[in-house]
């Protein structure tokens, strides 16, 4: 399949337009006009998911985040950034970024973290002026409520990490504002509309320390928040070339855990 071909299906869902003006969504390295036969799935673009690829002989590469964000003023192969560039190159692959336009699309990656808690009825939390179906975040009620702590555990469950939490403001939730990524800038537009708990990634503590009284907040890790993307890419683009979710792709960040 081309690689436009399947850029234009990607777009589709999550057309670049949607981006944020500071973003770098879209194709990262290559020839528009490869053919291309399978494709690697991930959230960040590192030296080992490029390996991948190699190993499994996919010659496209579909991340989350952007490799490049600002332009390269050399390619010596000092930096991880230069070295995942030249290797791709090398290898005939090419590197495409779906970041914040996939976040902006209704379904992307708020509306699939609440799908996976449960929240299948939700709008979008900050629509852009153009239009009201897209924007960053959204905000939905559980099918009943839960009880504050119960709830935290379940978020906890379905992602399986490690989270920071200020506690809801009432014994029972079920109105839950989510923006996956960091969001904290969002915190006033989820009181604001009315939800018990907010879900997002890297709030500082000030942050969480001035919602504390007005909101409940669950902080995740940043890659934790986005992993799910992965599987949107594979559910948009597995009807027309082959996909894997990358085994390499991880977050960076590590816990520590007093015993």
């Keep these: 399949m081309i690689l436009q071909d399947i850029i234009n299906i990607i777009e ?11 973003d770098n969504s879209g194709l990262q390295v290559g020839d528009r006009n490869a053919e291309i036969h399978a494709a690697l799935l991930t959230v960040d673009v ?9 190993e499994k002989h996919c010659d496209f590469i579909i991340s989350h985040h952007p490799l490049l964000f600002r332009g390269l003023k050399q390619l010596t192969g000092n930096t991880p950034q230069e070295r995942c560039v030249e290797k791709a190159i090398r290898n005939g692959i090419a590197i495409y970024s779906s970041h914040t336009s996939m976040d902006a699309y209704v379904h992307g990656v708020s509306g699939r973290i609440a799908e996976k808690l449960g929240i299948t009825d939700y709008k979008i939390l900050c629509p852009s002026s153009q239009d009201e179906q ?20 379940h978020v906890q469950e379905v992602f399986g990490c490690s989270l920071r939490y200020v506690a809801a403001c009432q014994e029972e939730v079920r109105r839950i504002a989510i923006c996956g990524g960091a969001g904290a800038e969002f915190v ?11 879900i ?5 503590y000030h942050e969480m320390q001035a919602a504390y009284g007005q909101i409940g907040v669950i902080d995740l890790d940043h890659w934790t928040s986005e992993h799910f993307t992965r599987e949107i890419f594979k559910e948009i ?13 991880a977050t960076p960040v590590q816990w520590m855990v007093k015993e």
């Design 12 to 22: 589709s869902v999550a057309p670049l337009s949607y981006q944020e003006a500071w």
């Design 134 to 153: 897209v924007g960053l975040g959204v905000i939905g009620e559980m099918p009943t409520p839960m009880k504050s702590e119960d709830f935290v555990h």
């Design 200 to 204: 997002t990634a890297d709030m500082k």
């Design 46 to 54: 590192t030296e080992s998911i490029v390996d991948e690829a190699i």
């Design 237 to 249: 683009l597995e009807a027309h070339i082959p996909v894997f979710i990358a085994e390499t792709d």
């Design 188 to 198: 006033g537009q989820a009181i604001a509309q009315g939800a018990d708990v907010y």
